[in-house]
C-alpha cells in the first residue's frame, strides 16, 4: 500500500511553509531527472508522499491566475490587520488564510496514484466532503468551480467552506486547500473570495452555531485522506 507522511506544524508564517514544500517539491523532481538521466542506474531513492496540515497568521494569498484588484485593501490597512499578502505559484485567486483554518497541503508523486489532475482535485473534494459529513455538515460541489460548497444546488444559497487550489510539476503536487473551521469570517470582507463576486463563504463554526474542535478535524482529514486515496498515513517527522 501507498504510504504518505503527516506531518501537524501547528501554526506557521505562509512563506516558511510554502517554502518547506518547494524543498520536498524539489528533492522530487530531482529524483525523477535522476531516473530520465540514468535510466540504467542501480538507485534505493524514492519520492516520498506527504500530508502537511498546518494554520498561518493572518495572510492573503494571489493564485498565478488570479487578479490583485481582488484584495479590496492598500498595504497600510494589511498593516492595520496584522497580516500579510503573497502572490504564489498555485492556481486559483485570491484567498484567506488565518487561525481557526485548517490548511493542508498534500505532496504527492501522482506516478505512484494516478496521472489525471482533474481525478486529483476532485479527490481531495471527496476529502472534505467526508470529513464535513462527520460533523453533521452536508457538503457538495458547485458545477464549474473547485473547492467545497454548502447548498451548492441553489445558487441563490451556495456558499464555500474550502478552497483550493494547487500547482503540479512533473505529477507532483503542492499547495491544497483550506477549510474554515472556526476562521474569523470578517477577514473575508477585505478580498472578493476566489475571484467570485455572488457566492458567500462559511465556516463550520458558523453552520454549526458552535465551536469545533480542530485537533479531531484533523484527524478526521487523516482519516479520510486516506480512504480516498487508498494509502496509509504514517505520523512521521519531517526531514528536509
Given at each position: 500500500?501507498?504510504?504518505?507522511y503527516l ?8 512563506g ?13 523532481l530531482?529524483?525523477?531527472s ?10 534505493d ?5 506527504h500530508?502537511i496540515?498546518?494554520?498561518h ?48 497541503y ?12 482533474g481525478?486529483?482535485m ?35 444559497r451556495?456558499?464555500?467552506?474550502c478552497?483550493m ?23 473575508f ?13 462559511t ?5 454549526l452555531?458552535?465551536?469545533v474542535?480542530?485537533?479531531?478535524v484533523k ?7 486516506a480512504?480516498?486515496?487508498?494509502a496509509?498515513?504514517?505520523k512521521?517527522e519531517?526531514?528536509?
Open positions: 500500500m501507498k504510504k504518505i506531518r501537524d506544524l501547528g501554526c506557521i508564517e505562509y516558511e511553509a510554502w517554502q518547506l514544500q518547494e524543498d520536498i517539491l524539489k528533492q522530487g530531482a529524483i525523477k535522476q531516473r530520465i538521466t540514468n535510466p540504467d542506474a542501480v538507485t531513492a524514492v519520492i516520498d508522499n500530508f496540515l498546518c494554520q497568521p493572518h495572510v492573503y494569498t494571489l493564485g498565478k491566475s488570479g487578479h490583485v484588484e481582488n484584495l479590496l485593501i492598500n498595504d497600510n490597512r494589511l498593516k492595520e490587520l496584522g497580516a500579510t499578502y503573497f502572490k504564489t505559484n498555485r492556481g486559483g485567486d485570491i484567498t484567506y488564510h488565518g487561525p481557526g483554518q485548517i490548511v493542508g498534500p505532496i504527492l508523486d501522482l506516478e505512484q496514484f494516478f496521472t489525471d489532475l481525478k486529483y476532485r479527490g481531495l473534494e471527496e476529502v472534505i466532503i467526508r470529513t464535513l459529513a462527520h460533523f453533521g455538515i452536508e457538503a457538495g460541489r458547485l458545477k464549474g468551480s473547485t473547492g467545497v460548497w454548502l447548498d451548492a444546488e441553489d445558487l441563490q451556495a456558499r464555500k467552506i478552497a487550489g494547487v500547482r503540479c510539476s512533473r505529477w507532483i503536487t503542492m499547495h491544497g486547500f483550506a477549510l474554515n473551521v472556526n476562521t474569523d469570517m470578517r477577514f470582507d477585505y478580498i472578493v473570495p476566489c475571484g467570485i463576486t455572488d457566492k458567500a463563504v465556516s463550520m463554526q458558523k453552520e452555531g458552535r465551536a474542535d480542530e485537533q479531531e484527524e478526521m482529514l487523516a482519516k479520510e485522506f480512504t480516498v486515496f487508498e496509509e498515513i504514517l512521521a519531517m526531514v528536509v
